[in-house]
């Protein structure tokens, strides 16, 4: 049985009180991480010993050395004993002009050291309303998963609609479920069905205590990427609650 993972990315920002996650971690049967900016890493791994919050990190260098100004080698996170990475968010696509090709390498060099990564894909508004959003998904699985062979089970997807991060519009429960189902789908073309069926495959998009229920009920939602709300002790702690109830 798959568990249900509830996550934090806290992007440009930081928690304003991480005592409530750590406690709604404890309390709650569901699997919590965090992933704050990099240079707040080894602080919050200091507050959260102990706990049972995983800390990992935003993103990540497909090399492990060299002349790249400004990036961080996934060597130097494993001395932190960081191993979640989140890879190929849409804010690295479209912000910073990511491609799919660079996401593999990135893929790639994480599992190859037994990291955890979390691919996010998602359609833009114009590519759903255009009814291309399956298949921009589609090409970004194909293209994020190509060539990989080892450790799959330490690989978690995370359906993220661009048109719904941090807008406060969410994908409806019925929607995100066609859409993780198709995910689950295509996972199941490239790696097997026992693959597909094993996978976790978090929703992201606005994600807040009043929405997380509803979408945590579908049978192809295993957890949440929460963004803004996550940066909120007691709104976190509070998503981390429902999700242990949802878990039952």
């Not at 009180?17 to 240079?39: K, Q, S, T, W």
Request: glycine share 8%; aromatic share 6%; hydrophobic share 40%.
């Amino acid at each position: 049985m798959r568990r249900i993972l509830i996550a934090g990315n806290w992007k440009m920002n930081v928690i304003d009180n991480i005592l409530p996650v750590a406690r709604a971690a404890e309390e709650n049967r569901v699997d919590v991480a965090v992933f704050p900016p990099f240079v707040y890493l080894e602080r919050i791994i200091n507050e959260l010993k102990g706990s049972k919050v995983v800390v990992g990190a935003q993103n990540m260098h497909h090399q492990e050395s060299g002349p790249y100004t400004g990036e961080t080698s996934p060597k130097f996170l494993l001395e932190m004993n960081v191993k979640h990475v989140i890879i190929g968010h849409s804010e690295r696509r479209h912000v910073f002009k990511e491609s799919d090709e660079e996401i593999s390498l990135k893929m790639k060099k994480a599992l190859s050291l037994n990291m955890n990564p979390i691919l996010c894909v998602g359609e833009t508004e114009s590519e759903r309303l255009s009814n291309k959003h399956k298949s921009s998904v589609e090409n970004q699985l194909k293209i994020g998963l190509g060539g990989i062979e080892n450790n799959l089970k330490n690989i978690i997807i995370a359906y993220e609609p661009v048109w719904a991060i941090g807008t406060g519009n969410t994908a409806t429960p019925n929607d995100a479920e066609e859409m993780h189902s198709f995910i689950r789908e295509q996972i199941s073309y490239i790696f097997g069905r026992n693959v597909a069926s094993e996978m976790i495959v978090l929703y992201g998009g606005s994600v807040n205590e009043e929405n997380v229920k509803d979408l945590l009920r579908k049978d192809n939602i295993d957890g949440a990427l929460v963004g803004g709300a996550s940066l909120k002790g007691d709104k976190f702690a509070k998503i981390i609650e429902i999700g242990g109830k949802t878990n039952i």
